[in-house]
Nanobody, 132 residues
């Protein structure tokens, strides 16, 4: 059974930094963590879940939503089966529950990698709160 477990969420002030982690395990027989595209999504109160960043199988290609470009960095460690999101210069509008997601696609899809429909496995989420 696939498990994605996020950690690292916290309450910080505007301008602060956080590093989220997502540990993956239990992937189906004959597949590995490195076979899955990975992404971070977030959901703020009263809003739909939205893509934040996605990363290719080996980590060489990334895509970000415009709101976080230059402030957030997604990375992955395939040896450890872990996904990261380094968040700097945090703003109150970054407040949300952050989810990691894993999916298998035929090829990298650029901006479409930020669509939730592309991902089959989801974590339970970790809360990030940024106060002004």
């Amino acid at each position: 059974q696939v498990q994605l477990v996020e950690s690292g969420g916290d309450s910080v002030q505007t301008g602060g930094s956080l590093r989220l982690s997502c540990a993956g395990s239990g992937f189906p027989y004959s597949t590995y963590y490195s076979d899955y595209y990975m992404a971070w999504f977030r959901q703020a109160p009263g809003k739909e879940r939205a893509g934040v960043a996605a990363i290719s199988l080996r980590g060489g290609i990334t895509v970000y939503t415009d709101a976080v470009k230059g402030r957030f960095t997604i990375s992955r460690d395939n040896a450890k089966g872990t996904l990261f999101l380094q968040m700097d210069s945090l703003k109150p509008e970054d407040t949300a529950v952050y989810y990691c997601a894993a999916g298998r696609m035929e090829r990298w899809g650029g901006p479409t990698m930020l669509l939730a429909k592309n991902y089959m496995y989801w974590g339970q989420g970790t809360q990030v709160t940024v106060s002004s």
